[in-house]
C-alpha cells in the first residue's frame, strides 16, 4: 500500500510538471521584426455594436517576408477592461508587432 501511495504521488507531480510546462509553452510570446513601415491601414467599415463584443480593427501582419492584411473580427468583451488594438512600433530602421491585449 505505501509503495501504490508513493507511485500515485509521483505520477500525480509529473502530470502537474507536465501540464505547468505546456502551459507556459502555450503562453510563450513571440516577436515579429519587419525591415520596413507596413502599407498604409486599409478602410473598414465598423459593424454595429454586440453586446458582450468589442471590435478589433483589421490590420497589416508580417508573413514570410511582406506584409498580409487581417480583416478585423469581434474579441469578447472582458468586464472591467479595455481592449487595447495591436500596432507596428518603430524601433530604429525596423518595425516591431505589439499584439492586442486587455487594460
Do not use: C, K
Not at 59 to 81: F, K
Not at 90 to 99: D, E, L, M
Request: net charge positive; hydrophobic share 50%.
Amino acid at each position: 500500500m505505501n509503495r501504490a501511495f508513493r507511485m500515485l504521488l509521483a505520477n500525480t507531480v509529473l502530470i502537474a510538471v507536465g501540464a505547468a510546462a505546456m502551459a507556459s509553452a502555450s503562453a510563450a510570446e513571440y516577436v515579429v521584426i519587419a525591415p520596413s513601415a507596413p502599407p498604409p491601414v486599409r478602410f473598414e467599415a465598423v459593424p454595429a455594436p454586440r453586446a458582450g463584443y468589442v471590435w478589433d480593427h483589421g490590420h497589416w501582419r508580417w508573413d514570410h517576408g511582406r506584409y498580409v492584411w487581417v480583416v478585423g473580427h469581434w474579441q469578447v468583451e472582458r468586464v472591467g477592461y479595455h481592449w487595447v488594438p495591436g500596432h507596428w512600433d518603430q524601433r530604429g530602421p525596423h518595425y516591431r508587432w505589439v499584439p492586442g491585449h486587455w487594460a
